[in-house]
């Protein structure tokens, strides 16, 4: 732990931080604690003001007000001490592409103060790490994107930082090389500090700690993926697929809280959701149900509830 | 030296595009090779006297050239990455700038080893032309690196072509004396002629230190003044 951050609990701390870009306000005033080892996700549709608190906190753009630390370090007041804490790997996949996987990490491994041999060990690991040792040689912009972006998360991890910023990590990635990289983030859960922001909710349910829902610019909720799920539903929601009339709908949400219209029917929120009371309420209107059943509550049903979009739209 | 790693890297990119390292060193040669063949109708063309005005030809390419390597990167995550690193901006400076010197030296070898081979002269001492030449490559280099930070890549070849015109004109290709009025004290207040000057007097001449002095602090404050502000304007990119 550095002098800077001695007698300073959390790893990061964001202080009101806020970022306009004209008459445009990315970030509105994002106050968070992140713990030191935790994994930390900010879950977001695409626009929320994820990247740019990212950048903030990397000292690649300057707040418009409010401030954070990160170790300790002031990102405004000490940018340079910032650096040697911290390493990010972009949304989109940062590499030199005329240059080979070695030469790539070895560079950012220089750029970060290690010297040869260090360089050298640590390069050595993680393209065995990444499954990238067998074409190391070889230029990189021959490689496929899982490749690249496995290298693009090696290359933010040479400087072996206390606080690893991912933005967005399996963006466009298929189902597999996604996988793959979730290891390699389940990994340093508990070693590292990690930001990971992304808009795939089944990836920040998987694998954060915690989960900041950011929507707008401000953070609309925080907290586990569990409690973020029991927060709103109980964990559950009751699925009814019928032809359902409006009137049937407005019948429904005089008995429960929280009625969603899908193509199918309706789900619907909470433990309380009773199969007989809704075919009372749909038998006089001549409704009858071809399915129901019980889903689990997912994040993506909190980022609706709360801010009345969905993740993807 | 951090910033050491990242000149290697840049080193590598610019060995490892040779169409664009031909074009940068073998252009000036070529055009040596033709120019000087019409030595025999007017005296302007003899190796002696165009070899100056070809380098200074060959380091417009050169500032193009870096230019272009910190403007495509600065397009490209990548560049954010290296900016998330402690690295500070006359680091950066240093990196996209050390590896267009060898390049330049190549390129000034070449040039007047050609030269030498068809009848170039130097009257005064080498030294002298070799500093003077390695301060006017900086100042290009220099210029590169204010253009690479400033703008992005379409509109480079558009600055590309009004530093060679600058050049040309100003003094570099033609008599600013025969020119006269404004063109001349344009022509005067920027470096170029200057730089053209103080090679040639040295070179045809034989002139010292001394008779130069005037062109070379010339020519090493636009130097001075270019690297300051490449300096302040990749500082300003760093964090937006």
């Not at chain 1, 009858?288 to 609706?304: A, G, H, N």
Request: hydrophobic share 50%.
């Amino acid at each position: 732990m550095s002098q800077a951050d001695e007698g300073n609990s959390f790893a990061i701390q964001t202080t009101s931080i806020s970022r306009t870009f004209g008459d445009l306000t990315a970030v509105d005033g994002i106050d968070l604690n992140v713990e030191h080892g935790e994994l930390f996700s900010l879950l977001g549709p695409n626009g929320a003001g994820k990247t740019t608190t990212i950048k903030m906190l990397c000292c690649l753009l300057k707040p418009t007000g409010g401030t954070a630390t990160i170790m300790g370090h002031d990102i405004q007041k000490d940018p340079l001490s910032v650096k040697s804490v911290i390493d990010v790997s972009p949304q989109e996949t940062a590499i030199a592409e005329r240059l080979n996987a070695w030469e790539n990490l070895t560079l950012m491994a220089g750029l970060h103060g290690l010297d040869k041999q260090a360089a050298r060990e640590r390069s050595g690991e993680l393209l065995e790490m990444m499954a990238l040792d067998g074409r190391a040689k070889e230029k990189v912009k021959n490689y496929s994107g899982g490749m690249k972006r496995r290298l693009s998360i090696a290359m933010a991890l040479v400087s072996d930082p206390q606080v690893l910023f991912l933005d967005e990590p399996t963006l466009g990635l298929d189902p597999q090389s996604r996988r793959a990289i979730w290891e390699h983030i389940e990994h340093l859960k508990g070693e590292k500090t990690v930001v990971l922001t992304t808009h795939y909710l089944e990836e920040a349910d998987a694998l954060a700690d915690r989960v900041a829902i950011i929507d707008e610019g401000k953070i609309v909720a925080l907290g586990t993926p569990k409690d973020l799920k029991e927060s709103i539903a109980g964990d559950q929601v009751l699925v009814v697929e019928a032809a359902l009339t409006d009137d049937a709908v407005d019948a429904l949400r005089k008995l429960y809280p929280v009625v969603r219209r899908t193509e199918s029917g309706v789900e619907i929120e909470g433990e309380a959701a009773n199969i007989y009371d809704i075919q009372d309420v749909l038998r006089p209107r001549g409704i009858t149900i071809d399915s129901t059943f019980k889903k689990q509550t997912t994040l993506d049903d909190v980022f609706l509830r709360l801010t009345g979009k969905q993740l993807r739209e | 030296m951090r910033s050491l790693e990242l000149a290697k890297r840049n080193f590598r990119e610019v060995w490892r595009d040779p169409l664009s390292l031909g074009i940068t060193v073998g252009l000036p040669v070529l055009l040596l090779l033709v120019l000087q063949l019409f030595g025999s109708v007017d005296p302007f063309f003899t190796p002696t006297v165009l070899a100056p005005g070809i380098v200074l030809f060959g380091f417009v390419m050169l500032m193009f050239s870096s230019a272009m390597i910190l403007s495509r990167d600065r397009e490209s995550a990548f560049f954010s990455r290296l900016l998330t690193a402690p690295v500070r901006a006359r680091d950066f400076v240093a990196a996209y700038s050390l590896p267009y010197l060898p390049v330049a030296i190549l390129q000034g070898i070449l040039l007047f080893a050609i030269g030498l081979f068809l009848g170039l002269e130097v009257s005064g001492s080498v030294v002298l032309v070799i500093l003077v030449l390695l301060v006017t490559s900086i100042f290009y280099i220099g210029l590169g690196m204010v253009l690479g930070s400033l703008l992005p890549l379409a509109p480079l070849s558009g600055a590309y072509a009004v530093v060679l015109l600058l050049t040309i004109f100003g003094g570099a290709w033609m008599d600013l004396e025969a020119i006269g009025g404004v063109f001349q004290s344009v022509g005067n207040a920027l470096p170029f002629a200057h730089a053209l000057d103080a090679t040639r007097d040295v070179m045809v001449e034989g002139a010292g230190f001394g008779a130069i002095a005037t062109d070379f602090y010339w020519v090493l404050g636009y130097t001075v003044v270019a690297v300051a502000l490449a300096l302040v304007f990749f500082r300003r990119k760093m964090t937006e």
